[in-house]
């Protein structure tokens, strides 16, 4: 922090105004930075819970997959994949929280499964589309924990830089001020007081 | 660990007559189609001993592996694969005598493989049909249609029995597809339009009364025959329902007690045998690369 010190009563006004400012910013920041853990905390909450349920999901449809592998062989499997012609759509929408962009996922459409593989794959099909609409939900989550984290990142820089540099590198200087104007402001008490008395002397000289 | 497990699995058969196809495959895709060339050899070799009406019979039976590769190639030029990656999973039943391929592989779309498949001259396509499933269906009609003809030219002493084999395999094709379609809730429209004529077993007018009901325990009250096999897609278990299907066909084959030495049955016999091989080597080695337990390995085997 580089300020051109000029030891005035003024600089040492603006300096404390100043301070009261980066001290309200620095409360500001401590509690977007509380609210933001509060935030992590419970996605990860809500992110452990849901990941074990799909994991749960994802083992199912693996082992149905594989017993549907082993009954028809992995021919039969691929090519009736290829009858799916539809596609998945999604919208990601932007959301704002605490001044960050995260994404929302909504799911405009999921291909219609029934009648369109053969009735031995189909629920496999079925328990696959299943598992899809809870990893968007995953990875939504998962996005917003990484945004909110790394702002939280930088909101803890910018608390600490407050709390250690700043704060202090303005105490500091409206100490090393006001210091200084107080020695001023003493000196030329005195410098009055001696003026006075001479002045009385000279004024005492005069009559006598 | 499955890539260990695997190799264990080859060299488990070493010194068999699959050694040559599968030695040296190093996944499971390989492993796969060097069981089912070395089925479609074994097949082969049984074919190429046939002769006359026998040889005919015989070449239309084995023409089902013919219909699965053109329901794969179908679904494959639907998904817009390359001729490379259906060239990947197809089984060489050329061998079989069946049609060439080639044509069909090259076929630009849809449109261009239906045509190549009706210029075969050995299918019948439904002209105004769309849907991948009901194609499949019509090839899968078409197939039966001829093999139930030439069944009849059989000795007419040997046809009674071939024929149950075979309206037993319409049969549980049918009732499979009916079951699983009702458990998802199809419309019966639909499904009666997937269901293949069985000369030989449960009539279609049957099957589609009951699909009509929309209840799958209709299904199992009205088939009572069928009972466990349509009470394994009750279960929610589709995979099950085909090993129970192989387990049916493989009982009533071993159950049939034919009064003759030579009978036409025992090739049909020895087919399923080949078949029951095939399959459970390769549920063995899908087990072992998913790494299975070992209690639904066993569900997965089709035993005597």
């Not at chain 1, 998962?142 to 945004?147: G, R, S, T, V």
């Not at chain 1, 001020?177 to 000289?205: G, M, N, Y």
């Not at chain 2, 479609?40 to 005919?56: H, I, M, N, P």
């Not at chain 2, 259906?86 to 069909?104: N, Q, S, W």
Request: charged share 35%; net charge neutral.
């Amino acid at each position: 922090m580089s300020l051109s010190i000029r030891y005035t009563r003024g600089l040492l006004l603006d300096l404390r105004r100043r301070l009261s400012f980066v001290r309200s910013a620095h409360d500001l920041l401590e509690v977007k930075r509380d609210q933001e853990i509060k935030e992590i905390s419970s996605a990860i909450e809500r992110l452990r819970e849901l990941r074990a349920a799909l994991e749960k999901k994802i083992e199912d449809v693996l082992r149905d997959l594989a017993m549907l592998q082993a009954a028809y062989g992995s021919q039969e499997l691929i090519s009736a994949s290829k009858l799916m012609r539809d596609k998945i759509e999604i919208e990601v929408i932007p959301r704002n929280v605490m001044g960050v962009n995260v994404p929302v996922v909504r799911l405009v459409k999921l291909p219609e499964i029934r009648g369109k593989y053969p009735p031995h794959v189909e629920g496999l099909a079925e328990k696959a589309r299943g598992v899809f609409e809870d990893l968007l939900r995953v990875a939504e989550l998962e996005a917003f924990i990484e945004l909110i984290a790394e702002d939280l990142r930088r909101t803890n820089i910018r608390v600490n830089a407050l709390e250690k540099v700043i704060i202090p590198g303005y105490e500091n200087m409206i100490k090393r001020i006001s210091d200084v104007v107080e020695q001023s402001a003493l000196e030329d008490f005195i410098r009055v007081k001696l003026v006075k008395r001479a002045l009385e002397r000279r004024r005492e000289e005069e009559r006598a | 660990m499955s890539s260990s497990a695997l190799n264990q699995f080859i060299e488990g058969l070493s010194g068999t007559a699959y050694e040559h196809y599968i030695s040296g495959s190093k996944t499971l895709d390989e492993i796969e189609r060097g069981l089912a060339e070395a089925l479609v050899d074994r097949l082969a070799a049984l074919l190429s001993l046939a002769e006359g009406g026998a040889r005919s019979f015989l070449k239309a039976y084995l023409g089902k592996y013919e219909t699965i590769n053109l329901t794969w190639i179908l679904r494959m030029k639907i998904g817009e694969s390359t001729g490379e990656e259906l060239e990947m999973i197809l089984l060489p039943t050329e061998k079989l005598g069946g049609i060439e391929l080639k044509p069909l592989l090259e076929a630009r779309d849809l449109q261009a493989l239906r045509d190549a498949i009706q210029r075969s001259g050995m299918y019948e396509l439904s002209k105004d049909a769309d849907d991948p499933l009901q194609l499949e269906a019509d090839l899968w009609r078409s197939h039966y249609r001829r093999v139930f003809k030439l069944a009849s030219r059989i000795r007419i002493s040997d046809s009674r029995e071939v024929r149950g084999f075979l309206g037993l395999e319409v049969d549980l094709a049918n009732l499979k597809t009916c079951m699983l379609a009702l458990l998802r809730g199809w419309d019966p429209e639909k499904v009666k339009q997937l269901l293949i004529f069985n000369p030989a077993g449960i009539p279609l007018k049957k099957l589609r009364e009951a699909i009509e009901e929309r209840d799958p325990k209709v299904l199992v009250e009205r088939f009572r025959m069928f009972k466990g096999f349509l009470e394994k897609a009750l279960a929610s278990d589709e995979w099950a329902l085909e090993f129970e299907g192989l387990r049916i066909m493989k009982r009533y084959a071993d159950s049939q007690r034919i009064s003759k030495f030579i009978s036409f049955f025992y090739i049909l016999k020895y087919i399923l045998e080949l078949e029951v091989e095939y399959r459970n080597l390769r549920a063995i080695a899908v087990a072992i690369r998913h790494n299975l337990p070992q209690s639904l390995r066993r569900s997965l085997l089709i035993m005597d």
